[in-house]
C-alpha cells in the first residue's frame, strides 16, 4: 500500500510517496498505521519542492512585513493599500482547518503592498502585507 506523505526538511515542504509494508494491524510490523514505511532523506530530497512560485515561498520578514501565521487560505484582505492602520487592527483574514484567523498589524503604518488576494493558499510564514 503507497501512502503519499508531505514532509518539511531544512524549511521546505516535499510530498513523498512511501510504500508501507506488512499488514494492517500487525502491532510487530512497525508503526500503529499498518507496518514500516521505506522512504529516504535521498527520496525527499530528490522531490520536487511544493513551493512552486516565489509568492508561496517563506521568507524573513523585514521591519514592516506581516508574515503568515499560519498556513491557509486567504479569506479577505481587510484593509487596502494606502490606508493607515495601527498596531493590533485585523489586516487580512486567513482560513485554516475551517477556523477563521484574523492576522493583525504589529506596528503603526500605512499599507505599502498586499502580497496575496483573496483565495490564495498560503503558507507558514510567507509574507502577506507590506507597511511603511
Avoid: C, W
Avoid at 506523505?5 to 516535499?14: D, H
Avoid at 508574515?67 to 487560505?73: H, T, V, Y
Wanted: no cysteine; charged share 15%.
Amino acid at each position: 500500500m503507497k501512502k503519499t506523505l508531505r514532509i518539511s526538511f531544512n524549511g521546505k515542504t516535499y510530498e513523498v510517496v512511501a510504500e508501507i509494508l506488512g499488514e494492517t494491524g500487525s502491532s510487530s510490523s512497525g508503526p500503529a498505521f499498518g507496518g514500516p514505511v521505506t522512504a529516504t532523506a535521498a527520496a525527499a530530497s530528490a522531490a520536487a519542492p511544493l513551493a512552486s512560485s516565489p509568492a508561496r515561498t517563506a521568507i524573513a520578514a523585514g521591519q514592516g512585513d506581516i508574515p503568515s501565521p499560519l498556513a491557509g487560505k486567504v479569506v479577505s484582505i481587510d484593509i487596502k493599500p494606502g490606508k493607515p492602520v495601527k498596531m493590533g487592527q485585523g489586516v487580512i483574514t486567513l482560513e485554516a482547518m475551517k477556523m477563521n484567523t484574523v492576522v493583525s498589524a504589529h506596528s503603526d503604518g500605512t499599507v505599502a503592498v498586499v502580497h496575496v488576494n483573496p483565495g490564495d493558499s498560503v503558507e507558514e510564514g510567507q509574507l502577506l502585507m507590506t507597511l511603511e
